[in-house]
């Protein structure tokens, strides 16, 4: 018995997704092999730890790129001077 109008849908089965963490996970999709970045297995959220996520190595560039610099001693915050508060008279 078909359901659905035939041969206008994708194939649809069961497939495993990875992801970059190394977890891989059992699902059903019109597609195969299936890879992806981040997954409840290692996104923050989950895990409650920070992370870069850096799949482009744009902190590694950031890194090279400023590698050398290091950032300016910061001035001295000059210290406003209290207002003299006129409370003469009252108390
Ligand atoms: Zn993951």
Redesign the pocket.
């Known amino acids: 018995m078909c359901i659905v109008k035939p041969d206008i849908h994708p194939k649809y089965f069961q497939t495993v997704a990875k992801?970059?963490?190394?977890?891989s996970f059992e699902i059903g999709s019109t597609r195969k092999d299936i890879h992806?970045d981040?997954?409840s297995?290692?996104?923050p959220l989950f895990t409650g730890k920070q992370k870069l996520i850096d799949a482009e190595g744009r902190v590694q560039k950031f890194q090279k790129k400023y590698a050398g610099v290091t950032p300016k001693a910061k001035k001295p915050v000059k210290k406003k001077k209290p207002a003299a508060k006129k409370t003469a008279g009252k108390k």
């Open positions: 992801c970059a963490c190394g977890a992806v981040i997954c297995n290692c996104h």
